[in-house]
């Protein structure tokens, strides 16, 4: 008897967080079977599973290598699963995005999540990595014609850096043409709004939705 569609992206998260790549492949290849959207499959099945496994990280039931394989498990799907997705579907096609762990920081798995999910989305991503020089951020967005500047971090210590990246922002008369976001644990709405970013996200799925909507796609 054909399987749900619930039932596969259940399937396909699940295999994800038990780091089972075998698993994920013959599971998207029948969820393709059957038809069904390949972006669900990705945001409802791959990344579902990819956010248990970093909140498994967060309470220490998992570590760094876990985190490692289930990214493993995710690309594995992700290269399956995100031919399908028709270029109608990648409305964000033409939107730019920077993106990076604010100097003084190297804990980039929150932001390798963003980055894979906003890449699913459509958007069009630079990647300046962990321990990014607060210039960068600038320098990059203004190289590549960026719509947005994206930033994380763990630490208490470097969340001022993201208030000296929208400052400069501010000085330079780029921030009505570069919209800002930020996440990471110690990160909240109230602090966002504080330092004149132009949003907040909790995770990497709302990352995407907040994308969008800074974007105009949305």
């Not at 990160?187 to 909790?202: M, Q």
């Amino acid at each position: 008897m054909a399987k749900t569609k619930d039932e596969l992206l259940a399937k396909l998260a699940e295999a994800v967080l038990e780091m089972e790549e075998d698993d994920v492949v013959e599971v998207a290849n029948e969820y393709l079977e059957a038809g069904y959207e390949a972006y669900d499959g990705i945001m409802g099945g791959l990344v579902v599973g990819m956010n248990k496994a970093s909140d498994l990280y967060d309470e220490e039931e998992y570590f760094v290598t876990d985190l490692l394989l289930c990214s493993d498990a995710l690309y594995t799907g992700l290269d399956i699963l995100r031919p399908h997705i028709p270029e109608s579907e990648s409305q964000a096609e033409k939107k730019k995005a920077v993106i990076g762990v604010v100097e003084g920081d190297t804990h980039d798995i929150g932001k390798n999540l963003v980055r894979i999910m906003m890449e699913t989305a459509g958007f069009e991503m630079y990647d300046l990595g962990r321990d990014v020089p607060l210039n960068d951020f600038i320098d990059k967005a203004v190289e590549v014609d960026a719509d947005l500047i994206c930033m994380s971090t763990l630490m208490t210590t470097t969340m001022e850096g993201m208030r000296e990246v929208v400052k400069m922002l501010d000085e330079k008369g780029l921030h009505d043409r570069i919209k800002v976001m930020v996440g990471g644990s110690p990160i909240s709405p109230k602090f966002a709004k504080e330092i004149g970013a132009d949003g907040y996200s909790e995770n990497a799925s709302e990352a995407v939705k907040l994308a969008k909507t800074l974007t105009g796609i949305a």
